[in-house]
């Protein structure tokens, strides 16, 4: 199996750069199946590499730190590799379960090859699983996994305590939001106190340089136009993300370079841009105006 880890980790690598370039915090896990394991779910699930085919062969887990990069990595992920099945459930107000966010992709072709003659068996499909998830949630899935998914039985009459156990779900998820809620609240207060460094970390959520701090020009700047820094606040995080990883820029994320990305392509302050070094000018021309409201 010494090939299928290295294609793994190879794809591994990829999607951690990927992501890694928009500073989305996040942790990134990925297994091999051993022999033991394909041979019995291939038994117990019947695949005969004619219409079923096991396709798990690989399997990659994105903890995020926060609920709302989901839909973020989910997009980028989509672009990037090409899908061919997925589980993902909708959301029931009236039922509380366990969501899924689950995808099968085709490998990239450089490594189908090489896959293919590492395992050797047509039952086993040349693609890889990927899955999202939160950090919060991400140990109780590892616990309803091994002790609910792989034995069910063992759940069988016990219907209390299956809802007791997606209950606790429940409130990891609500957890989840309440994280954001409480990371904005701290990023307001930082606005009205006028710590400029602090309110934009806590605003953006994102893995900058931490023994960077913003220069007291920009400080200055800052301090002298509130209307700029409002600005700034109001913006849609979301929306930067995403553009940053659809713009393709790569830059060292410093909260520096963050201000002088969102002046290039959001605020254009006049002020902002002489401050901008000629190296990130030239990263910047390539980066049109973009809403981030």
């Avoid at 090489?114 to 999202?132: K, M, V």
């Avoid at 156990?165 to 904005?184: V, Y």
Wanted: charge should be neutral; include cysteine; aromatic fraction near 10%.
């Amino acid at each position: 199996m010494i090939d299928l880890e290295r294609i793994a980790k190879s794809i591994v690598d990829e999607i951690g750069e990927e992501i890694s370039r928009a500073g989305i915090m996040h942790r990134i896990f990925y297994r091999c199946k051993s022999k033991n394991s394909t041979d019995l779910k291939i038994i117990n699930k019947g695949y005969d590499g004619v219409s079923t085919f096991l396709r798990d062969m690989i399997g990659i887990r994105i903890n995020l730190y926060f609920v709302d990069d989901l839909p973020i990595v989910r997009k980028t992920m989509l672009s990037r590799y090409k899908k061919k099945d997925e589980a993902v459930d909708k959301i029931n107000q009236t039922e509380f379960k366990p969501t899924r966010i689950n995808y099968v992709f085709d490998l990239p072709e450089e490594y189908k090859l090489e896959f293919s003659e590492s395992i050797n068996d047509n039952r086993i499909d040349n693609t890889f699983e990927l899955q999202l998830r939160t950090v919060l949630s991400e140990g109780w899935h590892e616990v309803e996994h091994d002790l609910r998914y792989k034995h069910i039985e063992h759940w069988n009459n016990h219907d209390d305590l299956g809802r007791v156990l997606n209950g606790i779900l429940a409130s990891l998820e609500t957890n989840d939001w309440t994280m954001l809620s409480l990371l904005d609240t701290l990023s307001y207060k930082h606005y009205k106190s006028g710590n400029w460094d602090a309110m934009l970390r806590t605003k953006l959520r994102m893995r900058l340089d931490s023994s960077v701090h913003l220069t007291p020009d920009i400080e200055k700047l800052f301090q002298k136009d509130h209307n700029l820094v409002k600005s700034i606040f109001k913006l849609n995080r979301g929306k930067l993300l995403s553009h940053l990883l659809d713009s393709q820029v790569k830059f060292p994320l410093t909260i520096n370079n963050i201000v002088y990305f969102l002046n290039s392509c959001y605020l254009q302050c006049d002020s902002i841009n002489e401050l901008v070094p000629e190296v990130m000018r030239k990263t910047f021309d390539q980066i049109k105006d973009y809403n981030l409201q």
